[in-house]
């Protein structure tokens, strides 16, 4: 079955950098587009970035110029690399894929 595995959160001083991965294991990896969220307490669980089979990617405003989503295919594993974080970056991310019909337990990440 698909399963998705989100590390490297953590805690971090404004303007600090994270990288998160997210291992996949279950299915086909390489071929289908994954996405990043993030869900904040009291707030709606919003997109970050997402990264298609052939590596295009979106990003949301809020993030864009300051993350960056990558994919390593032969290692069936995701990344977003955030810098420059701020405040409003506190949240709990998520990495999805199959359409977001699957999704991880998610890692937090504290910017203070």
């Known amino acids: 079955h698909v399963q998705l595995v989100e590390s490297g959160g953590g805690s971090v001083q404004a303007g600090g950098s994270l990288r998160l991965s997210c291992a996949a294991s279950?299915?086909?990896?390489?071929?289908?587009?994954m996405g990043w969220f993030r869900q904040a307490p009291g707030k709606e669980r919003e997109g970050v970035a997402t990264?298609?089979?052939?590596?295009?990617?979106t990003y949301a405003d809020s993030v864009k110029g300051r993350f960056t989503a990558s994919r390593d295919n032969a290692g069936n594993t995701l990344f977003l690399q955030m810098n420059s974080l701020k405040s409003d970056d506190t949240a709990r991310y998520y990495c999805?894929?199959?359409?977001?019909?699957?999704w991880g337990m998610g890692t937090q990440v504290t910017v203070s």
């Open positions: 279950g299915y086909t990896y390489s071929s289908y587009c």
């Open positions: 999805a894929t199959g359409a977001w019909s699957h």
């Open positions: 990264i298609d089979s052939d590596g295009s990617t």
